[in-house]
């Protein structure tokens, strides 16, 4: 999926709300939130492991 600049902008966002930095227990690395802001963008669920992106509140693949 191409990356576009809204994408850019939901991912700095993400990383406002959920990233290491913010004190959120998501604790997500940019990279983390950039996946997270292509799932949102195209509304798809995001197939994960581990918990971080539970904490988000993004559908899961696995329902």
Excluded: V
């Excluded at 709300?17 to 995001?46: I, M, Q, V, W």
């Excluded at 994960?48 to 539970?54: E, H, M, V, Y």
Aim: aromatic share 10%; with cysteine; proline share 5%.
């Amino acid at each position: 999926m191409p990356t576009r600049e809204r994408h850019a902008r939901l991912a700095r966002q993400a990383y406002a709300d959920f990233g290491k930095g913010s004190g959120h227990p998501a604790r997500l690395n940019f990279g983390d939130c950039l996946t997270y802001a292509l799932a949102l963008d195209s509304r798809e669920p995001l197939l994960w492991k581990g918990d971080a992106f539970g904490h988000t509140g993004i559908a899961s693949a696995l329902g």
